[in-house]
């Protein structure tokens, strides 16, 4: 099973201090919480203030994607990858082809390309635990420290 979550949020309160990307679960409206350095959260506030304002944000990996002929079809987290990436599901020529990128990279795709990031259920390592309590674990090492809460 995979979640459907849209960014919803960047919380960074300034310099040396954690930074935390607020996404919200599109069925249910439950909260995923992903840790991250404080200079990447800068850079995703930035785009995602730009989004918010009407600006069109900018970001090369997509304007790449454009010049090829690219179109995104999907951003998803998946259980079977390397430590601090997310895959990147592309269609060429009508050629559907996966690339694995920084994690930082598919969020800031996500928010240009206004999409969704899917999270593989099977992050959540400890299934006894009822879904809406489920911890996400840092599979990232220092680079992302994920939580799941649905209450509000």
């Known amino acids: 099973m995979m979640f459907k979550m849209y960014l919803d949020a960047v919380k960074w309160d300034g310099e040396n201090s954690p930074c935390t990307l607020i996404f ?3 069925r249910d409206g439950g909260k995923l919480n992903v840790e991250i350095p404080e200079a990447i ?3 995703l506030q930035t785009l ?3 989004r918010t304002e ?3 944000p900018y970001f090369g990996i997509t304007e790449v994607f454009y010049q090829i002929g690219a179109k995104v079809e999907k951003l998803a987290i998946k259980a079977n990858q390397k430590p601090g ?3 990147v599901v592309l269609n060429v020529g009508g050629k ?3 690339i694995e990128l920084f994690f930082a990279d598919v969020v800031s795709i996500a928010i240009v390309e206004k999409m969704p990031v899917y999270f593989d259920e099977s992050i959540c390592v400890k299934n006894e635990i009822p879904l809406n309590r489920r ?3 840092a599979r990232t090492l220092t ?3 994920y939580s799941f809460d649905t209450d509000r």
């Open 48 to 50: 995602l203030n730009q």
């Open 135 to 137: 911890l996400f674990f």
């Open 54 to 56: 009407g600006v069109n």
């Open 41 to 43: 959260g800068f850079d």
């Open 96 to 98: 559907i082809t996966e």
């Open 24 to 26: 919200c679960n599109a």
């Open 143 to 145: 680079m992302t420290r």
């Open 85 to 87: 990436t997310a895959f």
